[in-house]
């Protein structure tokens, strides 16, 4: 059966990166598919945290899913440290794994800098666990943005890897040739990689410190004004087609996202908007994302007051999941050969 899984990280600054580029595919997906949606507290100690900080972003991040419109009826919504098998299966992970296969991992370059010798252990072995999560309920499908992709390929190979290593304890306790499915990102449509407001070559984050950099989920209409309107453009009106938008990296970025707030393609925002100045096409920006971003950030907002219900949304779902986790590390141990 297919089964959807993704995690965000509670770091902070969700925004309009993280909802194209991710949410919005979680709420599509739970039409067709069994959705589980973690907020992964344990890959934000990868990097230092703020304990009380922590705690208020694992309940912005689950307010944002369903302000957002995921259903914690139908689906699953929880953090992951209230799932102990996440850290185990990690840890087998961390031992299928070669070191060669890390080391090729560049967001740990980017985010380790120049002073490796001083990354946490975590850090560097951060896709293990971003694997153990997939795999722990067996996931087929995984809705992520662009930068995700080499960690995929990686849980793939971890995947095929223990598949192939343990194949004939795979076999002898039942589970026929594979164990693992091999997990399928799920990387489409105009916003894959939203880049930042303020220079188009580099990606729109949680971390630039600079604010006006990127729409925060949690922005008002008049920030989402003011930022917009401050955007980097570049002195030409709109082209008429896209590949009128090479060379143009904040043009095509607005683009992307007007199509993508919008349900649309850049070819046919470029038939709007083609040969228009950017101070008529940005106000029709600012229109388009008041209308879609403003409503979930007053959603948060209301949610955010009333820690007990979303924190009952956290409890409930790390119950559910817990069930399908606790099943599948079993049968590990068994491929494995531990006694229990
Ligand atoms: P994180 O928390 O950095 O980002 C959450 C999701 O948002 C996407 N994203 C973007 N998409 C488009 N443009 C951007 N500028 C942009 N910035 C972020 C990310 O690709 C991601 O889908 N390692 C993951 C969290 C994770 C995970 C998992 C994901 C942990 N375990 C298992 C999928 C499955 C991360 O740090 O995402």
Known sequence: AERVFSGVQPTGNLHLGNYLGAIVKFVELQRTHDCIYCVVDLHAITVPQNPLELKASIREVTAAFIASGVDPSQHIIFNQSQVAEHAELAWVFNCVARMGWLNRMTQFKEKAGKDRENASVGLYAYPCLMAADILLYRATHVPVGEDQKQHLELARDIA????????????????????FPLPEPLIQGPATRVMSLRDGAKKM????????????????????????????TDPEPLPSDVEGLAKRPEADNLVGIYAA??????????????????????????DLAVAKIGPIGAEMKRLKDD????????????????LIARENMAAVKDILGFVR
């Not at 984050?205 to 949690?218: E, T």
């Not at 919008?262 to 940005?282: D, H, I, M, Y």
């Not at 820690?307 to 817990?322: N, P």
């Open 307 to 322: 820690a007990a219900y979303i924190d009952g949304v956290l409890t409930d779902g790390a119950a559910r999941a817990k």
């Open 160 to 179: 095929q890897k223990f598949n192939l290593d343990y194949a004939a304890s795979i076999a002898a306790n039942g589970h026929g040739e594979a164990f």
């Open 205 to 232: 984050s949680k971390s630039d410190p600079s604010d006006y950099s990127r729409i925060n989920l949690s922005d008002d209409a008049d920030a989402i004004a003011q930022k917009v309107r401050k955007a980097k």
């Open 261 to 286: 707030l919008n349900g649309e393609t850049k070819p046919e925002v470029l038939k709007t908007f083609g040969g228009a100045n950017f101070s008529a096409f940005k106000s029709a920006l600012v």
